[in-house]
């Protein structure tokens, strides 16, 4: 079993950054990939990134180049660094894991744990 908890969410101006964490607790991550989805109101969660153990990453194209995965296993932690925010970032973002194939990092239903999210609210 893994644990995750995420935090770092706020209020933040167009343009701004923040930094998520994931912190996991419960067994090692090593081999779990540790996906980032976000969920906006009346819509579908949607895929932002992933980050295998072995340091490749993957994203949304909505957020290619502006969002960025670290992962730093020794102390079970994954950020993701929230640049050049715009309105429609706004969402609450999930950290998830799992033990998956590359094929499915980009699907929800996929990943086995889920943190309960935390809210990102970038203002105009």
């Known amino acids: 079993q893994v644990q995750l908890v995420e935090s770092g969410g706020g209020l933040v101006q167009a343009g701004g950054s923040l930094r998520l964490s994931c912190r996991a607790t419960g067994r090692t991550l090593r081999f779990y990939k540790m996906g980032w989805f976000r969920q906006a109101p009346g819509k579908e969660r949607e895929f932002v990134g992933c980050a295998w153990d072995t340091g490749t990453t993957v994203y949304a194209d909505s957020v290619e180049g502006r969002f960025t995965i670290s992962r730093h296993d020794t102390n079970m932690t994954v950020y993701l660094h929230l640049n050049g925010l715009k309105p429609e970032d706004t969402a609450v973002y999930y950290c998830?894991?799992?033990?998956?194939?590359?094929?499915?990092?980009?699907?929800?239903?996929?990943?086995?744990?889920w943190g309960q999210g935390t809210q990102v609210t970038v203002s105009s």
């Open positions: 998830a894991s799992g033990l998956i194939s590359t094929v499915s990092v980009r699907t929800a239903r996929a990943y086995q744990y």
